[in-house]
């Protein structure tokens, strides 16, 4: 009997992320990452945040395969409470996640006053080889591509 070789899906990021939603609608460990959102985050990691910026300065975050930005909205709105401008580079390989994720910021642009988002559809690996910048971040996270590593470990 033949075996048939499945191809890996980290090279088709809308492959994947359209596995990676249908994880996520019959898992509940996702409803954790939303209680960690709202109160550890909250409590615990924006006080441990020490960055003293200027009035007119932005608190700059980068987002490494933020997803459809749940999880980064809620952090967002956590910081917002201690940083009135916002600097959100997301870095996302998934043209159509990166679409959910922009829905989401526009649903609630009330919320979101303050942040300025900048849209990367790449890989972790393209955005260090390509970025070109010489840009620092005071707040780095990988929360989502944490996650969906833990779930790939798992196999």
Avoid at 80 to 86: E, K, T
């Amino acid at each position: 009997m033949a075996s048939t070789r499945l191809r890996s899906l980290s090279h088709h990021p809308d492959d994947y992320a359209k596995s990676f939603s249908a994880y996520m609608a019959v898992s509940d460990k996702f409803d954790s990452y939303a209680t960690w959102g709202d109160n550890v985050f909250g409590k615990a990691v924006t006080s441990k945040i020490t960055v003293m910026l200027g009035e007119q300065e932005e608190l700059r975050i980068l987002g490494i395969g933020s997803g459809s930005g749940e999880l980064d909205v809620k952090m967002l709105t956590k910081l917002l409470l201690r940083f009135p401008l916002i600097n959100n580079r997301v870095v996302e390989p998934a043209g159509f996640m990166i679409a959910k994720y922009k829905a989401l910021v526009e649903s609630k642009a009330h919320e979101l006053q303050g942040v300025r988002c900048d849209w990367r559809q790449q890989t972790m690996q393209q955005y260090a080889k390509e970025a070109g910048d010489s840009t620092k971040f005071h707040f780095i996270h990988a929360c989502q591509s944490c996650t969906t590593w833990k779930i790939w470990k798992a196999r």
